[in-house]
């Protein structure tokens, strides 16, 4: 099984980049990541809230793959503890075939047709986060998730 994390933009604050970078880096001794950026929408100050949800929920829909497990990152999603949320990674890696793919929507959220393909929401906080901050936040926890798998000191409770 491998993980993809879909964001829609780049990481624009190098800070972040940088911590994400480092935190990809130490994943790939564990398990297949990879982030897949799918570029802004352009001109959407033309576009309304729905028009832009749309928009970014088409190209959200092509960078799917037949077989894929989608999870969308939503502030009404199931709340995990980071060990809680390592037991879901577990059994993930049992029942996923080929990628479990998280999904960071635009500013807006999703479109009424990702909803509709996603297997399921997760939400990382009540609190809301900016859209480059939450890249950080989930791919420092999908680290953690693995250190706890593999009984290394990381995590303490």
Known sequence: MKIILTVIGKTDANYFAEAIREYQKRLIHYIPYEMEII?????TKNLSVPQQKEKEGELILKSLQPGDYCVLLDEK????TSVQ????????THTVPKRL??????????SEAVYKVANE???????????????LVFTEQLYRAMTILNNEPYHHE
């Open 39 to 43: 570029p802004d929408i352009k001109n």
């Open 77 to 80: 999603g199931k709340e995990f």
């Open 85 to 92: 949320f390592a037991s879901y990674l577990e059994k993930k």
């Open 101 to 110: 793919v998280f999904i960071i929507g635009g500013p807006y959220g999703f």
């Open 121 to 135: 929401k997760i939400s990382l906080s009540k609190m809301t986060f900016s859209h480059q901050m939450i890249r």
